[in-house]
């Protein structure tokens, strides 16, 4: 009686699989570079605000394909979420730092009345509106502390 071969066979990752693994592999480097960029800007290792294309080619990835790429996973241009991570370091200056709103937008490559402008545009808020409505919500939160 002859013995039957048993072979398992593990399903290789598809084409569509690695694919997908590739674009989360990229999208996940561009908010690191983001990140990254924004911290040595406001350190002073950088002097310049990159680009996209500047982003792209660091990603090894057409400018255009990064685009279409964080449109499909994200819904939104690339650009879109450089601005978000901007304003995200911006409140966090403004709320933490005591450096002069004009320092904050020139470590961010900003003229400081351009700065405003980009500001208020997302929040309704000038940079230091936003500071002083931060500074009472603190005062506040300190005196209702025990």
């Known amino acids: 009686m002859p013995l039957e071969k048993i072979i398992y066979i593990y399903p ?3 084409n569509n699989s690695i694919h997908m693994q590739r674009e989360e592999q990229i999208t996940a480097a561009y908010f690191d570079l983001l990140d990254q960029h924004l911290d040595d800007l406001l350190t002073g290792k950088a002097m310049q605000m990159f680009e996209l294309n500047q982003i ?8 255009k394909q990064l685009i279409q790429l964080m449109k499909k ?3 939104q241009h690339p650009c879109f979420f450089y601005d978000q991570k901007i304003l995200d370091k911006s409140k966090q200056l403004l709320r933490d730092s005591d450096w002069p709103v004009a320092k904050i937008a020139l470590r961010l490559t900003y003229d400081p009345s351009n700065f405003s ?9 000038t940079p230091g509106q936003f500071r002083r409505q931060a500074y009472l919500e603190k005062s ?6 025990p």
């Open 12 to 14: 290789l990752p598809s």
């Open 56 to 63: 792209a080619d660091r990603l090894s990835v057409p400018h």
């Open 73 to 75: 996973q994200y819904g």
């Open 117 to 125: 402008k980009f500001f208020k545009k997302y929040t309704q808020q």
């Open 140 to 145: 506040k939160k300190e005196k209702s502390s």
